[in-house]
Structures are given as C-alpha cells and as structure tokens.
C-alpha cells in the first residue's frame, strides 16, 4: 500500500511539471549536470521501496560514436526490512557508472546505458530468546549495469527511470539540472 502511494505521489508531481510546461527543448550537451531522487521497486528482498538519489556530469562529446555524449553519474540509495523484533536487514548500496548518452532529434527525450561499480554496505542483526547477534557484515564491491533516460518536462526539470543494478531492479524519480 506504502509503496502505490509512493509511486502514484512521484508520477503526480511529474503530471504537474508536464502540464506547466510549453514548448520544451532540452537536450543535455557537455557540462551538463544534474541531481535528482528516486524510489526504487523490485529485487529488494522483503523490503517494498528503496529511496536514494541521483548525480550525473556530462564531460565529454564522442563524435566518433554518433555524436553521443559520456557522463560520470553517482547513485546512493537505502533500504530495509524486518521480521518484527526478530531480525532486520539495512542495505546502502553506493554506486558510480560511466554512462553514454545517444543524441537524438527528438531533445525532450535522453535515453543512456552505462556500467561500473559499486559498494554495498550490509547491516543485518538478530534478537532472539536469550541471543542478540550481528548475521552480517558482508558489504561488497558489485558490478553495475544499467540502462535509463530522461523525459524533459522543462529545461531544468526532467522525470528518470533506470533499470539494473544497485538499490532495485526499477528505479523511478525526478531530476533538476544544475546551474
């Protein structure tokens, strides 16, 4: 239930955005920057939501690549979840890509892919009939993969969604560009 207001709260705000927007023309070029937040569904063991955000920089134009752009973006998201007074478990996964960019005609629109790695800080305790204990402390490095995009509601404002690695299998937020 939590996590269908969530949801429904982010895809409101970004009606809202769209609605005021005109005529919208936002592609990002090199030096763009931006920082957003995200709620994140799917692949989070028995947690329902994760919450984090987003930072990217785009630094460099590839010409020989269809004239795409690469970015440098960080992720940070959190999550939890427990069995009542039993156990809980506490993940931060801490992640950074490197993320290409295709240019298209269509500038609202900026679809990436990127890979890279990130850290998993992993928290988990237990509490039972006469045991406390700490199960886990098994943070790690792991891969990332992960494909996504932007749709611009406005110059500085765009909805984000990515798929792959990291908090949760789906990830859905709000980005503004920096100035």
């Known amino acids: 239930m939590m996590l269908k207001k969530i949801v429904g709260s982010v895809a409101v705000a970004a009606v ?6 005109a005529q919208v023309s936002a592609q990002v070029s090199k030096g763009y920057t931006d920082v957003g937040v995200v709620v994140g569904i799917g692949n989070l063991g028995s947690a329902s939501a994760s919450f984090g955000g987003r930072f990217e920089h785009i630094f460099k134009v590839l010409p020989d690549l269809g004239n795409g752009l690469l ?27 490197m993320n290409y960019h295709f240019k298209l005609e269509n500038t609202k629109f900026d679809p990436f892919i990127g890979a890279g790695l990130g ?21 790690a490095i792991y891969f990332i993969g992960r ?6 509601f ?23 560009k920096m100035k």
Request: proline share 2%.
């Open 119 to 139: 850290y998993q800080i992993i928290n988990c305790s237990y509490s039972g009939i006469g045991i406390t204990a700490n199960l886990c402390g098994n943070s």
């Open 154 to 176: 406005t110059p500085s404002v765009a909805a984000y969604a990515d798929v792959g690695a990291g908090a949760a299998t789906l990830n859905l937020g709000v980005t503004f």
């Open 71 to 97: 970015g440098i973006g960080v992720s940070a998201d959190y999550y939890s979840y427990s069995s009542g007074s039993n156990y809980s478990f506490k993940y931060i996964p801490i992640g950074a890509t």
């Open 16 to 21: 809202v955005v769209a609605a005021s927007a």
């Open 147 to 152: 494909a996504g995009g932007r749709y611009f």
